[in-house]
């Protein structure tokens, strides 16, 4: 308790730079995952990707990204168990941060995507297994976390893939492709509308105390009925822009067509990614400005003020627009060969897993989820347009996330106590 009043200043200044630093590495290494599909097809070039991406995933992470959240993410452990020593949980907290951005800057260097909830989950069960002890973490969440590795690449790859086997028989090997286009892409705008809908209310929206209420007694259900609404809307629509398109202009190929569905699907995945995922990096700043405004004080949730959204949201657009060229050049590219329907596939097939973990409660991790979808296109076309090699070395990265992230803060703790105390 003496620490935090001995040190409240250098503290403050400190979590806001490594707030910042962890922001920086969410969107070098979590929002390039995203845009990494629309560049590497061709739909966007590089700057007008991180233009879009720096809109709509600071609109997503300052009007969305919550008024509160827990102080520790995903259930790991318990801040009651802190109460004694708000100190240590400071550090603790503080650790976490470095440790997760930290990690976050190695894998955005190598170009590996890998996930920054696990990065942050994992530094915190780092420094709590060693502050409080090992029983102290909720090692049954743990596991549900590292399930994602398995369940959030196979659900996405499968959706992605028979999303791109039903584009190419309905559409790319029909013997009209532009009439197939005017008749099937209708539908594909519908589940673009319906997809990104339902990640915005369900991802985005909640953290705002938006609440869809129908009167079906389910959120879930709610959300998918006005989600199938407005998908409708946009097919309707999308419909008519596209048969004008078609008939007006002789050059636009069907692969132009699925670039313009893959800007809406980006602008929306943005969105929603930043309404959830600046968390990670904010979480821990709101926790530990409360715990030192309040004297020493835990709670189980903490304030979010507008600044500190504010914080993320610019971290975030920083991180991509200096740094994530990297990881977009690893999805975009080395994986598989991507075109527009591809990336559009891929794009869409990650969104719908999204929606059905967020309605089954599967985990799953929106890295994991795009890198499957993406895996799961390149194998609608055969093996050998697929770099093993590469998928090899992003799996390596998401097995030693963990361990690097909790062993990184448990050495950064020791180093900021030996400082502070």
Not at 178 to 184: E, F, I, Q
Not at 191 to 215: E, Q
Not at 288 to 315: E, F
Not at 393 to 407: D, E, R
Request: charged share 10%.
């Amino acid at each position: 308790m003496e620490m935090l009043a001995a040190n409240s200043g250098i503290i403050l200044f400190l979590v806001l730079g490594f707030g910042v630093f962890m922001a920086w590495g969410i969107g070098a290494n979590d929002v390039a995952n995203a845009m990494g599909t629309s560049v590497g097809s061709g739909a966007l070039t590089l700057k007008q990707a991180i233009i879009i991406a720096a809109v709509f995933e600071f609109l997503g992470a300052f009007l969305a990204g919550g008024e509160v959240t827990s102080t520790i993410r995903k259930g790991i452990i318990d801040p009651a168990l802190f109460e004694a020593i708000p100190d240590k949980f400071v550090l603790g907290m503080l650790s976490a941060l470095l440790a997760a951005a930290t990690w976050l800057l190695v894998a955005s260097n190598r170009g590996w995507p890998v996930s920054t909830t696990h990065s942050i989950v994992g530094a915190i069960v780092g420094f709590s297994a060693v502050v409080v002890s090992v029983d102290a973490v909720n090692w049954g969440k743990v596991g549900e976390i590292s399930a994602s590795w398995v369940v959030s690449p196979l659900l996405a790859g499968s959706i992605a893939w028979c999303l791109y086997k039903s584009v190419e028989a309905l559409v790319l090997n029909s013997s009209d492709a532009r009439a197939s286009a005017a008749r099937w892409v209708p539908v594909y705008m519908w589940m673009v509308g319906f997809m990104i809908s339902m990640v915005t209310m369900l991802k985005g929206l909640k953290h705002v105390g938006v609440n869809i209420d129908l009167g079906t007694g389910s959120a879930f259900i709610d959300s998918a009925l006005l989600a199938a609404l407005i998908g409708l809307l946009v097919a309707t629509a999308g419909g008519v822009f596209v048969r004008r398109q078609l008939a007006n202009n002789a050059n636009l190929g069907i692969e132009g067509i699925f670039g313009i569905l893959m800007i809406f699907t980006a602008c929306g995945m943005a969105f929603a990614h930043g309404s959830n995922d600046v968390a990670n990096a904010i979480g821990p700043v709101a926790a530990v400005v409360q715990t030192v405004q309040d004297g020493g004080a835990i709670a189980a949730k903490s304030g979010m003020p507008w600044w500190v959204l504010l914080i993320g949201g610019a971290g975030i657009v920083l991180g991509l627009a200096t740094y994530g060229w990297r990881v977009i050049g690893t999805i975009g590219s080395k994986i598989t060969e991507l075109t527009p329907s591809r990336g559009f596939a891929a794009e869409l097939g990650a969104a719908g897993t999204v929606v059905i973990a967020s309605g089954t409660g599967l985990p799953i991790s929106t890295t994991h989820t795009l890198v499957g979808a993406v895996l799961g296109v390149g194998l609608a076309r055969g093996t050998a347009v697929v770099d093993f090699e590469v998928v090899k070395q992003i799996v390596g990265s998401w097995l030693v996330t963990l361990p690097i992230a909790a062993v990184l803060s448990i050495s950064f703790y020791f180093l900021l106590n030996a400082l502070l105390v």
